[in-house]
């Protein structure tokens, strides 16, 4: 049986900011492409704000110690100086940090009155 504090602890569990939020889903979104710059430009395309780079290396990192994100390096390139990029993907553990976000905020769009919004 669940009770109201294991609810709690669930929901703390995943708990993501704003900003991890956003970082998370736009990895998922450039599955398989997703390394600093192109998430960088996915970010500002789609919400039409700036992001800092270092802003996002840091919420990048984050992720990465919280188990939400992995990563590797590609292959280095004459281009980059042979510098390797660092892909991102999405774990099982931040699909469930993402699944368990989007179920509250569902929960919290379904609690609003219509009354609310008119």
């Given amino acids: 049986m669940t009770t109201f504090k294991s609810k709690i602890d669930i929901m703390s569990k995943y708990r ?23 998430i960088l430009n996915e970010m500002e395309l789609r919400l039409k704000r700036e992001v800092s780079i270092g802003s996002l290396r840091t919420v990048l990192s984050r992720l990465e110690e919280k188990g939400y994100l992995s990563s590797e390096f590609g292959e ?17 553990y931040g699909q ?23």
């Avoid at 280095?76 to 099982?92: D, E, H």
């Avoid at 469930?96 to 008119?118: D, G, M, S, Y």
């Fill in 16 to 38: 993501l900011g704003e900003f991890e939020e956003v970082v998370l889903l736009t990895v998922a979104v450039l599955y398989g492409e997703a390394y600093g710059i192109a």
């Fill in 96 to 118: 469930k940090a993402l699944q368990q976000t989007r179920e509250q905020r569902q929960q919290l769009w379904e609690a609003i009155p219509k009354i609310a919004f008119e």
């Fill in 76 to 92: 280095s390139t004459a281009m980059r100086g042979g510098k390797r990029k660092r892909y991102f993907l999405v774990t099982k």
